[in-house]
Protein backbone atom coordinates (compact mmCIF):
# COMPACT_ATOMS: atom_id res chain seq x y z
CA UNK A 1 0.00 0.00 0.00
CA UNK A 2 1.23 3.33 -0.89
CA UNK A 3 1.48 6.26 1.97
CA UNK A 4 1.16 9.45 1.01
CA UNK A 5 3.22 12.16 1.77
CA UNK A 6 0.82 13.85 4.43
CA UNK A 7 0.22 10.62 5.94
CA UNK A 8 3.91 9.45 6.26
CA UNK A 9 4.26 12.48 8.22
CA UNK A 10 1.36 12.38 10.20
CA UNK A 11 2.84 8.90 11.50
CA UNK A 12 6.13 10.18 12.00
CA UNK A 13 4.84 12.69 14.37
CA UNK A 14 2.80 10.14 16.42
CA UNK A 15 6.13 8.12 17.07
CA UNK A 16 7.73 11.13 18.30
CA UNK A 17 5.27 12.12 20.49
CA UNK A 18 5.39 8.13 22.12
CA UNK A 19 8.85 8.82 22.06
CA UNK A 20 9.43 12.01 23.76
CA UNK A 21 6.70 10.96 26.40
CA UNK A 22 8.49 7.90 27.51
CA UNK A 23 11.59 10.01 28.19
CA UNK A 24 10.20 12.53 29.70
CA UNK A 25 7.76 10.78 32.19
CA UNK A 26 8.14 11.85 36.18
CA UNK A 27 9.85 8.84 38.25
CA UNK A 28 8.91 8.00 41.59
CA UNK A 29 12.47 6.27 42.39
CA UNK A 30 15.25 8.25 44.42
CA UNK A 31 16.54 11.07 42.40
CA UNK A 32 19.44 11.12 41.14
CA UNK A 33 22.80 13.51 41.83
CA UNK A 34 24.52 14.64 38.84
CA UNK A 35 28.53 13.80 39.05
CA UNK A 36 29.03 18.02 39.86
CA UNK A 37 27.12 18.15 42.91
CA UNK A 38 27.79 14.40 43.85
CA UNK A 39 31.27 15.96 44.19
CA UNK A 40 30.41 19.29 46.23
CA UNK A 41 28.84 17.06 48.43
CA UNK A 42 32.05 15.27 49.00
CA UNK A 43 34.11 18.18 49.41
CA UNK A 44 31.27 19.65 52.15
CA UNK A 45 31.85 16.34 54.09
CA UNK A 46 35.46 16.56 54.04
CA UNK A 47 35.86 19.47 55.33
CA UNK A 48 33.40 18.45 57.98
CA UNK A 49 35.36 15.86 58.71
CA UNK A 50 38.62 17.67 58.60
CA UNK A 51 37.31 20.38 61.17
CA UNK A 52 36.29 17.87 63.90
CA UNK A 53 39.86 16.19 63.83
CA UNK A 54 42.23 19.47 63.90
CA UNK A 55 39.98 21.27 66.60
CA UNK A 56 42.34 20.26 69.50
CA UNK A 57 41.27 21.82 73.46
CA UNK A 58 44.11 24.65 74.36
CA UNK A 59 46.80 22.73 76.45
CA UNK A 60 46.67 24.12 80.20
CA UNK A 61 49.88 24.53 82.50
CA UNK A 62 50.00 24.12 86.19
CA UNK A 63 51.51 27.47 87.63
CA UNK A 64 52.62 28.74 91.23
CA UNK A 65 50.87 31.99 92.37
CA UNK A 66 53.08 33.41 95.20
CA UNK A 67 51.24 35.44 98.10
CA UNK A 68 52.46 36.87 101.23
CA UNK A 69 52.29 34.48 104.01
CA UNK A 70 50.04 34.92 106.72
CA UNK A 71 51.70 33.48 108.89
CA UNK A 72 55.55 34.12 108.82
CA UNK A 73 58.01 36.43 106.28
CA UNK A 74 58.03 35.11 103.07
CA UNK A 75 56.19 33.59 100.02
CA UNK A 76 53.47 31.15 100.01
CA UNK A 77 52.69 29.51 96.55
CA UNK A 78 49.23 28.39 95.38
CA UNK A 79 48.84 25.98 92.29
CA UNK A 80 46.76 28.06 89.38
CA UNK A 81 46.00 26.79 86.16
CA UNK A 82 46.73 28.58 82.91
CA UNK A 83 46.44 28.05 79.36
CA UNK A 84 49.38 27.32 77.91
CA UNK A 85 49.46 29.67 75.10
CA UNK A 86 52.78 30.12 72.31
CA UNK A 87 53.45 34.01 73.70
CA UNK A 88 55.42 34.34 76.82
CA UNK A 89 53.52 37.54 77.22
CA UNK A 90 50.03 36.31 77.61
CA UNK A 91 51.00 33.52 79.88
CA UNK A 92 52.23 36.26 82.63
CA UNK A 93 49.23 38.14 81.84
CA UNK A 94 47.20 35.07 83.07
CA UNK A 95 49.23 34.48 86.05
CA UNK A 96 48.98 38.55 86.97
CA UNK A 97 45.48 38.34 86.80
CA UNK A 98 45.38 34.99 89.32
CA UNK A 99 47.78 37.15 91.71
CA UNK A 100 45.43 40.42 91.37
CA UNK A 101 42.36 38.76 92.16
CA UNK A 102 43.50 37.28 95.38
CA UNK A 103 44.72 33.93 97.45
CA UNK A 104 41.80 31.54 98.11
CA UNK A 105 43.69 30.15 101.29
CA UNK A 106 44.23 31.52 104.80
CA UNK A 107 47.58 31.17 104.91
CA UNK A 108 48.02 33.80 102.46
CA UNK A 109 47.45 37.60 102.37
CA UNK A 110 46.86 40.03 99.49
CA UNK A 111 50.25 41.08 97.52
CA UNK A 112 48.42 43.87 95.72
CA UNK A 113 44.96 45.78 95.71
CA UNK A 114 42.11 44.34 94.10
CA UNK A 115 41.59 47.58 91.92
CA UNK A 116 44.92 47.06 90.54
CA UNK A 117 45.14 46.41 86.33
CA UNK A 118 47.86 45.06 84.01
CA UNK A 119 48.24 47.59 81.65
CA UNK A 120 50.20 45.66 79.21
CA UNK A 121 52.98 42.86 79.47
CA UNK A 122 55.67 41.93 77.16
CA UNK A 123 58.46 39.81 77.47
CA UNK A 124 62.07 40.63 75.32
CA UNK A 125 64.33 38.11 73.12
CA UNK A 126 66.84 38.13 76.23
CA UNK A 127 63.70 36.99 79.06
CA UNK A 128 63.19 40.47 80.48
CA UNK A 129 59.66 40.84 80.95
CA UNK A 130 57.60 43.92 81.37
CA UNK A 131 54.81 44.34 83.41
CA UNK A 132 52.66 47.72 83.00
CA UNK A 133 50.30 48.31 86.05
CA UNK A 134 48.17 50.67 86.49
CA UNK A 135 48.61 53.25 89.81
CA UNK A 136 47.11 51.18 92.45
CA UNK A 137 49.44 48.65 91.98
CA UNK A 138 51.30 51.05 95.21
CA UNK A 139 47.66 51.28 97.66
CA UNK A 140 47.86 49.39 100.54
CA UNK A 141 51.43 48.54 100.46
CA UNK A 142 52.80 48.14 103.94
CA UNK A 143 54.85 50.79 105.89
CA UNK A 144 57.86 48.21 106.55
CA UNK A 145 60.02 46.93 104.10
CA UNK A 146 59.51 43.67 104.41
CA UNK A 147 55.63 44.19 103.37
CA UNK A 148 57.30 46.09 100.15
CA UNK A 149 59.62 43.27 99.27
CA UNK A 150 57.28 40.17 99.71
CA UNK A 151 55.04 42.73 97.23
CA UNK A 152 57.38 42.96 94.63
CA UNK A 153 58.48 39.55 94.58
CA UNK A 154 54.97 37.86 94.50
CA UNK A 155 55.11 39.76 90.93
CA UNK A 156 58.86 39.08 90.42
CA UNK A 157 58.85 34.87 91.30
CA UNK A 158 55.37 34.35 90.36
CA UNK A 159 56.42 35.43 86.16
CA UNK A 160 59.94 34.70 86.32
CA UNK A 161 59.41 30.89 87.83
CA UNK A 162 56.01 30.69 85.87
CA UNK A 163 57.05 31.64 82.54
CA UNK A 164 59.84 29.76 80.91
CA UNK A 165 60.94 32.35 78.81
CA UNK A 166 61.49 34.83 81.85
CA UNK A 167 64.64 35.17 83.28
CA UNK A 168 64.20 39.02 85.39
CA UNK A 169 60.97 40.93 85.69
CA UNK A 170 60.76 45.00 85.28
CA UNK A 171 57.88 46.62 86.83
CA UNK A 172 56.23 49.46 85.18
CA UNK A 173 53.23 51.92 86.50
CA UNK A 174 51.45 53.90 83.66
CA UNK A 175 54.35 53.20 81.37
CA UNK A 176 56.88 54.51 83.27
CA UNK A 177 59.75 52.69 85.00
CA UNK A 178 58.83 52.84 89.27
CA UNK A 179 61.54 53.95 91.47
CA UNK A 180 60.37 51.76 94.60
CA UNK A 181 57.10 50.81 95.90
CA UNK A 182 57.60 52.44 99.53
CA UNK A 183 60.68 54.22 99.68
CA UNK A 184 62.74 50.37 100.58
CA UNK A 185 63.32 48.49 97.22
CA UNK A 186 65.05 49.50 94.29
CA UNK A 187 62.87 48.82 91.34
CA UNK A 188 64.67 50.93 88.54
CA UNK A 189 66.07 47.66 86.96
CA UNK A 190 64.40 44.28 86.16
CA UNK A 191 64.88 41.89 89.22
CA UNK A 192 65.47 38.05 88.60
CA UNK A 193 63.46 35.96 90.92
CA UNK A 194 64.00 35.39 94.63
CA UNK A 195 63.29 31.49 95.49
CA UNK A 196 64.98 32.18 99.32
CA UNK A 197 61.55 33.96 100.40
CA UNK A 198 59.76 30.99 99.20
CA UNK A 199 58.23 29.11 102.00
CA UNK A 200 55.83 26.50 100.70
CA UNK A 201 52.75 25.84 98.65
CA UNK A 202 49.51 25.33 99.69
CA UNK A 203 48.22 21.90 99.08
CA UNK A 204 44.60 21.55 99.67
CA UNK A 205 44.88 17.42 99.56
CA UNK A 206 47.57 17.62 102.58
CA UNK A 207 45.43 19.89 105.05
CA UNK A 208 48.08 23.13 104.75
CA UNK A 209 50.95 24.62 103.37
CA UNK A 210 53.79 21.87 101.98
CA UNK A 211 57.63 22.81 102.32
CA UNK A 212 59.52 23.44 99.34
CA UNK A 213 62.44 21.18 99.05
CA UNK A 214 65.50 22.89 97.90
CA UNK A 215 64.07 26.23 97.20
CA UNK A 216 64.18 27.58 100.72
CA UNK A 217 67.84 25.95 101.50
Known amino acids: MTL??????AILFVLFLVTWGC????????????????????????????????????RTATVEIYFPSALSDGLVGEFREIFDTAT????????????????TSKDCLRAVSPSTRLR????LDDGTAYLDFSSE?????????????????????SVALGVREVHRVAILVNGRP???MNGHLDLRRPLKPNPRL?????????GGLVPTPGIAD
Open 4 to 9: TRGAAA
Open 137 to 157: LTEGVGGGSMMELLTVYAIVD
Open 198 to 206: ILGSVVVDA
Open 120 to 123: QAYV
Open 88 to 103: PGDRAKQIIADLISGP
Open 178 to 180: LET
Open 23 to 58: SSSPSDGPSVVEPEEATAVEDSEATTEGDEETSEPL
